[in-house]
Structure formats: C-alpha cells, structure tokens
C-alpha cells in the first residue's frame, strides 16, 4: 500500500470514528446549541423578530415538533433564494448535515449534555461605529390595535445640502417585534413631505407614487437583515437636499404598541473611485404586456433590459413584488448565448423580500441582457390572495396592487474584479 493511501485509510477510520462517538452522544450543548445560536438566535430571543426565544434548552424542548417541520421544510430559518441556482453573501440557509443532526437529535430524546456556563456569541446585524448621520422617523408612531397588517409611509427630512457617498446603510427597527419589513426610498424633488404617516389605503398614495424618485429602492430590510454595505473605494451617490421615504409594513398587534425607527447612514470618507449605478427593471419593460392580473388567472411576464454597452461588475440584485407573486427569476444572457444566473425564487413570499448580495463581484460582460420572469397567482389557491372572490389587478405601489421590480447595484467593471470576495466582518 502506498503511503498516501494508507493516510487516506487511517483518517478515513479516524473521521469514522469521530462521527459515531458524537453520534452516540449526541447532545443540546455540544451539537444543537451551536446551531441555534448561529441560525436562529439573532431572531429568537427577546425583543426581536422571533415570537419566542430560543436561547435555552427549555426553549427548544417544549417545542421540539414545531421545530423539526419548520427546520426540515426549510421555512426557518427565513431564507428565499434558492442555493442550487446561486449562492448569496448574506445567505442564511441550514446545510443538510445540520438539518439531519437537529432531526435526530430530536427523534432520539433531546439529550442536554454537560452544561456549559460559556455564553456563544450571536451574529451581529449592526455596525459598532457611530454612523455618520441618523434619520429618526419624527414622531413616535401608535401601530393600530388590529387583526391586520398596516402598511405606512414616512417622510424624513435629511437636511445634507452637499453631495455625499453611501458606503454602509442599516435600518433599526423601533419596534423589533412588530416591524415586518420596511423599503427605503430617496426623493430628491422635496415634493413628498405631504407622505409622511399616510397610509396605503389612503387614495392619496397614487398622487405620490407619479413623482419619479432618485432611488426607488434604496435598501430593503426584513428581520435578521444584514446592512447594505459596499466594497472599499465604492459609494452609492446621494443628492444633496434629497429626503428618505419609508415604507414600512407592520404586523398586526392585538394590543397598543410604538414604533420610531431609525435609518443609519455611513458615507465614505474619501473621494469614491467608482459609483455605484442602479439597474431597474420595471413594469415598462415587459415585453408582453400589459402589466394586468386578471381574476382567477394565473399571470406570467417577462421583463428584459437594453443591451449592456460595457462589462459591469454586479454587488447586489433585490426582486420586488407583492402578495400574488409567485415565482421570480432573473439571469443575464451574454452575447456568445451564455447564462448568467442571478436569482431564483421558487416560493416567493411578501414578507421576507429582501436585497441579496452577492459573495463576489458579479461580471455582466458588455453585450449582454438582463431578463427577469415572473409568475402571479390571482386565484382562490393562492393563500395570500386578499380577494375572495379574486379581483382583475393593476399596477401600483399599494399592496392591493402588483409591481413587478428587479433592482441590481454594479459599479463598471475593472480588472480582476471577480476575483474580489466581500467580507461580511462589520465593524
Ligand atoms: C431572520 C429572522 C429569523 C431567523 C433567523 C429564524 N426565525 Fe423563526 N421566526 C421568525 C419570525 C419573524 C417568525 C414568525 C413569523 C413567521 O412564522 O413567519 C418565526 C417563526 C418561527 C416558528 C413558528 C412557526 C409557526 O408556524 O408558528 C418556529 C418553530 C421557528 N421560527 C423556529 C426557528 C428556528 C428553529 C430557527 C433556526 C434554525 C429560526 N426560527 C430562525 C424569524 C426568524
């Protein structure tokens, strides 16, 4: 026998023997806990976004079955871009092997093992360095004590007159638990005060919705968001004078509860190299139009972009839909008739929208395009239609209505760019 082989064959055994030990054993505090505090954790404990903690063995015991269906039909952790099309920076997905350990773990009697006094850190969501400028929503806000979701606008002012660049956004919920999601948006036309506190239902909302914004889209948050931030020497221009828009979704409540959120800015502090552009597909480029759900139908559209006319480098892509959104995927096709994957979204769900960002720079070369696709399900089958009997539904920015969006973020593409790994280490 070789050498080498015999080195295969002896860690081999030893890997081997290693896996039946822990599986012999297999407990809460050498192999579960870790788990949980890495993968649900930032959610689940008190005053987040998880409806209860998970923090310690009770936590998880009392609730064991709920716990494996959620784990193995991977609805928890929350995550909707599918792996097999492509892997994403801020991915938050369970692997199989950690899938299958708390499976068993829990078929076999939850074992607590040897308690470890030792806490285990939780991933952190937020920067530790002050931001540059903080927007607070003005005044503290009275969520509706009510069986539904509520859905608002809010205007904040954010008085910079010169020109900036954005190296880092966050969004910090006031309220944890009950702030669904929230998108941001800039307007640099300073027409938009009168949005402040409306609610979507409100008429007035379509009036709003015909100003054409500096950014549709500047960052989408839901529980468990990292920041948006980008690469070193890369910032995202913000108008000078120009005013943050949040659209925020609340959850319902049952009983009297505030909400002041905050947005975090964090510019560059040297001249940017490169900025970074948006590339938009909307409703307009759709090639088989019109942009209309008819009752009782399932819908399908595709929308496709111009001709890139140079290489690009992508950071991020966000889809945007609402409630009848059912499937999205976007690739670029090159001009030798490659594909590009950028997303896929098998089983779109409103509440966990969210910008994704790549694990590197994406190159998009020159003479490629864009196409997005996607399907809606405007039928009694689809739960979170909010019309029974269904209705005929149009565009527009209220959550009655659809949108059908593709946001991507890219700077020009340099050399070697795709070979540049982001980090996730945020200080
Ligand atoms: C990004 C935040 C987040 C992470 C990470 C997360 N959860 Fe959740 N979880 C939530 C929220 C919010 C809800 C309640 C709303 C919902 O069910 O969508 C929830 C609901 C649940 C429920 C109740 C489901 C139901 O139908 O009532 C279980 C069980 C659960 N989570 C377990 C886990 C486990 C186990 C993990 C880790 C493997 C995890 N969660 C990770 C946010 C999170």
Redesign the pocket.
Known sequence: MLNSEKVIISSLWLIMSCYSASSQNLNYFEHIRP??YE??V???QPGQ???FS?LSYDDITI?SK??QY??RHR????WQADPDYRHFLNE?L?TDAEIDLITEWISTGMNEGNKTKESLPVKRLYYRTVPDLTLTMAESYDIPNSNTDDFRFFHLPMDINELRYLRAIEFMPGNRRYVHHSRMMVDSTQNMSGIDGMSEFDPKVSEFQKTPLADEFLYGW???SFPLFFPDGVGKRLEPNADLILNIHYSPTGRNQKDQSTVNFYFTNKPVKREVKTLILRENDIINQPFYLPANQISNFTMKSEVLEKDISMISVMPHMHFLGKYFESYAVTANSDTIPLIRINDWDF?WQTMYQFTHYLKIPEGSVIYAKARYDNTINNPMNQFIPPKNIGYGWRTVSEMMNLICYYVDYKKRDERHYFSTDID
């Open positions: 788990i949980i993968n649900c930032p959610c689940h976004a998880g409806p998970l609730r709920m716990i959620v784990v609805y928890m952790p929350p938050r369970l839901v529980p468990g509440n």
